[in-house]
């Protein structure tokens, strides 16, 4: 693995500018008369610190700073007098501020009358302040106010940087276990490129795309504004070649760089990751990005690897569900269409993509039985004896007894359609003449799909029925050997299925 960084002198000038002209500094001053705040504000003007400047807001009371303190959460400093009085009363505000609002970034400064001198220590151990200083002590000048507050705005600046970083590093953890969910390269790739995006804290709508090489071919596996019309196939094979590319396919952006993370994959594949911002990140928020990055990497290859294992798993369960039916003179296609079928169907009676996927992958092996039937009975191109019926009905549970081992979600499902889907749902069926919704969904589906096909194709013993004579059936079975709502949804979408079997026609039948 390995990622590149591009200009990162400019990005950190750049950066720091950004940084230092966000917003002015806030104070607040708790107490003390108008006039006196009229002339702190008066001293306070043209003040700059890191070239923002400085803005004084007052509360007689703490009663009037308690709102403020709520809707302005970028006070700096609060400056918080204690009067000749002796009233403890200013020192509730303490707690409100770092108990209730869990204010902890904002510097506290007592500023107490001198009759407040011997109790300095006691308030500094008691309440959570950060600074007591006796009124006279800020009579020297400006520059001893000015001094005290660049004191409290250092450490409130390092302790929102020091907030901010811990905020984004748990963002970045918490990015990182978002895209276990993933449930495909490209919904994994849009995850990552929009995580990406808040982590360099890049406007809205943000500009950048994820591209991966297989066999020196590049595709987009997520793109978002101008990239989105992007055409892939006309980009360069070389990295090198690529960023310069993107970086200048808009010459109106105010930045030609852009954060990039490049990763050479497992099996000699490459993804590019391409942010364009016109806001630079900092060097904290490109570390950031760059470790997320790393992270989602192996996502990435793991995403990769479990493709690679279901595409394998696939085959091999159309290799098995191929071999039933090549056995009995039927042609291939059939477990593809029945796969296809049983998804659809799965799909418009309202199961999740996931449910429906997994059962078109285990459909296929609804006939593995067969493979225990001799080629006389199962190719016999007549009527079969009841003896021979009686031979060929027990595939189901021959099938059944091949898979019921196996744990897999895959293997587990194609058990329970290789048992049930020569049951009816008016009882009748076999191999235990189980009745309505002692049937499983998963075989009532299957009986569906497995029957129209079979109908709609020609056999070794029959040929292709007329579609109408096939909706017929659909219509008279319903209830019978149908459930009726599947019947209902699969008549009310017949078309598509009819796409379905024109897709993966063996030949035209209608």
Not at 98 to 122: F, H
Not at 142 to 167: I, N, P, Q
Not at 397 to 406: A, I, P, T, W
Request: contains cysteine; charged residues 30%; negative net charge.
């Amino acid at each position: 693995m390995c990622w590149r960084r591009h200009g990162m002198d400019r990005y950190l000038r750049i950066g720091e500018e950004n940084l230092t002209t966000e917003s002015e500094w806030k104070i607040l001053l708790v107490g003390g008369e108008r006039d006196e705040a009229g002339l702190m504000s008066h001293l306070l003007a043209g003040f700059d610190f890191e070239s923002r400047p400085v803005r004084l807001l007052h509360a007689e009371n703490i009663h009037e700073a308690r709102p403020l303190l709520e809707e302005q959460t970028d006070i700096a400093v609060v400056l918080l007098e204690l009067d000749a009085s002796q009233d403890r009363q200013p020192l509730d505000l303490v707690g409100y501020v770092r108990g209730t609002l869990s204010n902890a970034a904002v510097r506290i400064v007592v500023v107490a009358d001198k009759g407040w001198a011997a109790a300095e220590e006691e308030i500094m151990c008691g309440y959570d302040i950060n600074s007591f200083r006796i009124k006279g002590e800020l009579d020297g000048g400006l520059g001893k106010l000015k001094s005290a507050l660049v004191g409290s705005f250092r450490a409130y600046r390092d302790f929102k940087k020091t907030e901010d970083e811990k905020k984004s590093l748990e963002h970045v953890a918490l990015y990182s276990s978002f895209v276990l969910n993933a449930g495909s390269m490209e919904e994994l790739a849009q995850d990552v490129l929009r995580h990406l995006a808040s982590i360099l804290k890049t406007p809205h709508p943000f500009e950048g795309l994820i591209l991966q090489k297989n066999d020196k071919k590049w595709r987009k596996l997520a793109a978002a504004g101008k990239y989105a019309d992007l055409d892939v196939y006309s980009l360069p094979r070389d990295i090198e070649n690529v960023l310069p590319r993107l970086r200048t396919f808009n010459r109106h952006s105010l930045t030609l760089e852009g954060f990039s993370f490049h990763s050479p994959g497992i099996a000699g594949t490459e993804r590019l990751i391409f942010i364009d911002s016109c806001r630079t990140p900092i060097d904290w928020e490109y570390y950031l990005a760059e470790s997320y990055c790393a992270n989602t990497d192996a996502a990435f290859e793991n995403m990769e690897l479990r493709h690679e294992i279901e595409s394998t798993q696939k085959e091999i369960i159309y290799t098995l569900g191929e071999i039933a039916e090549t056995r009995s003179q039927e042609t291939g296609f059939h477990v593809k269409r029945v796969a296809e079928y049983t998804k659809l169907l799965a799909l418009k009676y309202g199961l999740p993509e996931e449910e429906a996927n997994l059962l078109a992958l285990a459909s296929p092996m609804h006939d593995i039985g067969k493979v225990g039937i001799s080629d006389s009975i199962l190719n016999k191109p007549g009527k079969l004896t009841e003896e021979e019926y009686a031979t060929m009905k027990t595939h189901a549970l021959s099938g059944y007894e091949m898979l019921k081992h196996s744990t897999r979600p895959i293997l587990k499902t194609a058990a329970i359609i290789a048992l049930q889907h020569h049951e009816k749902y008016s009882g009748g069926g076999y191999p235990h003449g189980l009745r309505g919704e002692e049937i499983h969904l998963y075989g009532r589906i299957t009986a569906i799909a497995d029957v129209f096909d079979a109908l709609a194709s020609d056999r070794v013993y029959k040929k292709a029925w007329p579609l109408g004579e096939i909706v017929d059936l659909f219509h008279k079975e319903k209830g019978g050997h149908f459930d009726p709502m599947l019947t209902d949804l699969f008549l009310a979408h017949l078309d598509e299925f009819l796409e379905i079997r024109a897709r993966y026609a063996d030949e035209k039948v209608f």
